[in-house]
């Protein structure tokens, strides 16, 4: 391990605590303990039409964050962007200005045959090719999810009937691969699906002390795609009805985790 990385240590002050953050534009009071990060700003409207007394607090450089009330509880929503880099400054933000739980909630691609566009990801793990925690941590660090917060997931998802997978998700940095052995590798782990965020927000909440999972809808099955060796990067179903569908299941679960798990906290548990 580098010997800057082996001294760098996550107990200390950031010193922006509280203040008003530089990407992100809020300060302390602007979100509540619990928030949605979607990468996709179009997702923050999805979230914010759920809430009630909600309101738009800042909007900067493609992070837009929204905050209101879900069942008697504060929940804010911020859009993170698209890949670990951009993420990981929007997550070390909402956490210097009292984020305690964050749950995200994202698009995915399936690597094993038998998921379907629709169905849900709740990773108990990540593989962490996501580009930036290499600098926060070495490589045989784990990326894992609160288990607290990934068992509200689960349950919420059992509650709402819909096709769900855990396991092993990949978060990597190269969307438009050619290659399909870059693909086919982790099919052959049984890696269940693949996105660019999670192991990011994971590894960054277990180093600063809060909570944090994901849930994925599946937008398209790239081991399929990978087949025969000629990789097809399209996004075939991105406009399915059943898309939709688990994309408004998973942002219901999401903020009915974030609800239970804040009240963990409030009673003490951590
Ligand atoms: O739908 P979001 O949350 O953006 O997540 C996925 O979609 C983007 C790629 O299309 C990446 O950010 C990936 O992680
Ligand atoms: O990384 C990703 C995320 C969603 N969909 C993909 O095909 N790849």
Same mark, same amino acid.
């Given at each position: 391990?580098?010997?800057?990385?082996?001294?760098?240590?996550?107990?200390?002050?950031?010193?922006?605590?509280?203040?008003?953050?530089?990407?992100?534009?809020?300060?302390?009071?602007?979100?509540?303990?619990?928030?949605?990060?979607?990468?996709?700003?179009?997702?923050?409207?999805?979230?914010?039409?759920?809430?009630?007394?909600?309101?738009?607090?800042?909007?900067?450089?493609?992070?837009?964050?929204?905050?209101?009330?879900?069942?008697?509880?504060?929940?804010?929503?911020?859009?993170?962007?698209?890949?670990?880099?951009? /993420? /990981?400054?929007?997550?070390?933000?909402?956490?210097?200005?009292?984020?305690?739980?964050?749950?995200?909630?994202?698009?995915?691609?399936?690597?094993?045959?038998?998921?379907?566009?629709?169905?849900?990801?709740?990773?108990?793990?990540?593989?962490?090719?996501?580009?930036?925690?290499?600098?926060?941590?070495?490589?045989?660090?784990?990326?894992?999810?609160?288990?607290?917060?990934?068992?509200?997931?689960?349950?919420?998802?059992?509650?709402?009937?819909?096709?769900?997978?855990?396991?092993?998700?990949?978060?990597?940095?190269?969307?438009?691969?050619?290659?399909?052995?870059?693909?086919?590798?982790?099919?052959?782990?049984?890696?269940?699906?693949?996105?660019?965020? /999670?192991?990011?927000?994971?590894?960054?909440?277990?180093?600063?002390?809060?909570?944090?999972?994901?849930?994925?809808?599946?937008?398209?099955?790239?081991?399929?795609?990978?087949?025969?060796?000629?990789?097809?990067?399209?996004?075939?179903?991105?406009?399915?009805?059943?898309? /939709?569908?688990?994309?408004?299941?998973?942002?219901?679960?999401?903020?009915?985790?974030?609800?239970?798990?804040?009240?963990?906290?409030?009673?003490?548990?951590?």
């Amino acid at each position: 391990m580098e010997h800057w990385l082996a001294a760098v240590d996550y107990t200390q002050p950031t010193h922006t605590e509280g203040l008003e953050q530089y990407h992100i534009r809020c300060k302390k009071g602007d979100i509540g303990k619990a928030v949605i990060v979607p990468g996709d700003q179009s997702r923050v409207k999805m979230v914010a039409d759920l809430l009630s007394e909600v309101k738009e607090v800042a909007d900067n450089r493609g992070m837009i964050t929204y905050t209101g009330i879900y069942r008697d509880t504060r929940i804010s929503v911020t859009s993170t962007g698209m890949g670990g880099p951009s /993420a /990981a400054i929007a997550y070390e933000e909402l956490i210097n200005v009292g984020a305690e739980v964050l749950v995200r909630v994202g698009s995915v691609a399936a690597l094993q045959p038998e998921i379907a566009p629709g169905d849900l990801s709740i990773p108990y793990g990540c593989i962490r090719d996501d580009g930036v925690t290499p600098y926060y941590v070495p490589q045989n660090f784990p990326a894992v999810p609160d288990p607290e917060l990934y068992q509200s997931l689960v349950r919420n998802a059992e509650k709402q009937g819909i096709r769900y997978w855990k396991g092993i998700n990949w978060t990597h940095s190269a969307f438009y691969s050619r290659s399909p052995e870059y693909f086919l590798q982790w099919s052959r782990k049984r890696v269940v699906t693949m996105e660019m965020e /999670a192991a990011t927000l994971m590894t960054i909440a277990y180093l600063r002390g809060v909570s944090a999972a994901f849930i994925g809808t599946v937008f398209e099955n790239r081991q399929k795609q990978a087949e025969g060796h000629r990789m097809d990067l399209s996004v075939p179903s991105y406009k399915k009805p059943e898309v /939709a569908t688990g994309v408004e299941a998973s942002v219901k679960i999401a903020l009915d985790a974030c609800v239970e798990r804040v009240s963990q906290i409030q009673g003490g548990e951590q």
